[in-house]
């Protein structure tokens, strides 16, 4: 059994895979408490499904991409398996995580995002240095920038660990804090070889969004 926030068909907003029509399966629950965390609801609402639901509700939407969030999805050790059939099923599977709990026992196929969280989050030093280890060419490294502070901390980090070097580093502005603007600037600006990533789905949601 899963304890599921939700399952919504949308278009991914982040990674590499943005832009794909995908089926979004939020679980229930985080050990962290994010400044800027804008799913809240996703702490403690939820209902327990068995693995078959999730996977029949999935299969009613025309694509092969799937999205694991939360909330942090690792908590739940029912996730491993339903990962593994998705992956066994043909699904191009993604999993957001912030790295928090070890993804030692993900699939190697799936694209793991660790979304490292920085000073400004709340949440600094969550990060197990060990899941560097476990990580591979589909592994992707995301940093919420919420300041000035942030960014120049994200840069040292990935010069630490050499990630600029193996794997895609994805910077994202923290919505309300920083522009999107100041962070590319910030981007040029310092030389780095992060790659720019906005939140597609909030620009097309959001309010002032129109349609043609």
Same mark, same amino acid.
């Given at each position: 059994?899963?304890?599921?926030?939700?399952?919504?068909?949308?278009?991914?907003?982040?990674?590499?895979?943005?832009?794909?029509?995908?089926?979004?399966?939020?679980?229930?629950?985080?050990?962290?408490?994010?400044?800027?965390?804008?799913?809240?609801?996703?702490?403690?609402?939820?209902?327990?499904?068995?693995?078959?639901?999730?996977?029949? *509700?999935?299969?009613?939407?025309?694509?092969?991409?799937?999205?694991?969030?939360?909330?942090?999805?690792?908590?739940?050790?029912?996730?491993?398996?339903?990962?593994?059939?998705?992956?066994?099923?043909?699904?191009?599977?993604?999993?957001?995580?912030?790295?928090?709990?070890?993804?030692?026992?993900?699939?190697?196929?799936?694209?793991?995002?660790?979304?490292?969280?920085?000073?400004?989050?709340?949440?600094?030093?969550?990060?197990?240095?060990?899941?560097?280890?476990?990580?591979?060419?589909?592994?992707?490294?995301?940093?919420?920038?919420?300041?000035?502070?942030?960014?120049?901390?994200?840069?040292?980090?990935?010069?630490?660990?050499?990630?600029?070097?193996?794997?895609?580093?994805?910077?994202?502005?923290?919505?309300?804090?920083?522009? *999107?603007?100041?962070?590319?600037?910030?981007?040029?600006?310092?030389?780095?070889?992060?790659?720019?990533?906005?939140?597609?789905?909030?620009?097309?949601?959001?309010?002032?969004?129109?349609?043609?």
């Amino acid at each position: 059994m899963l304890k599921i926030n939700e399952v919504f068909y949308s278009i991914q907003g982040e990674s590499s895979w943005v832009g794909h029509p995908t089926v979004f399966v939020r679980t229930t629950g985080c050990n962290l408490r994010c400044t800027y965390c804008d799913t809240k609801y996703s702490y403690y609402e939820g209902n327990f499904q068995e693995t078959s639901t999730v996977l029949n *509700e999935i299969a009613k939407h025309k694509t092969k991409f799937v999205c694991i969030t939360g909330g942090e999805p690792l908590l739940q050790k029912e996730i491993f398996p339903l990962m593994d059939t998705l992956v066994s099923q043909g699904y191009q599977v993604s999993l957001e995580t912030s790295g928090s709990k070890s993804i030692e026992n993900v699939n190697p196929k799936v694209k793991t995002i660790l979304d490292v969280k920085t000073p400004d989050s709340g949440a600094a030093d969550s990060f197990l240095i060990s899941n560097l280890a476990f990580s591979n060419s589909l592994t992707e490294f995301k940093f919420v920038i919420c300041s000035e502070n942030d960014f120049k901390w994200s840069e040292e980090f990935c010069r630490q660990h050499d990630l600029f070097g193996k794997f895609a580093v994805l910077y994202s502005p923290s919505y309300g804090a920083v522009s *999107e603007r100041w962070l590319a600037e910030q981007i040029l600006a310092k030389n780095s070889i992060a790659r720019l990533q906005i939140q597609l789905h909030k620009k097309i949601w959001s309010p002032d969004a129109r349609g043609v």
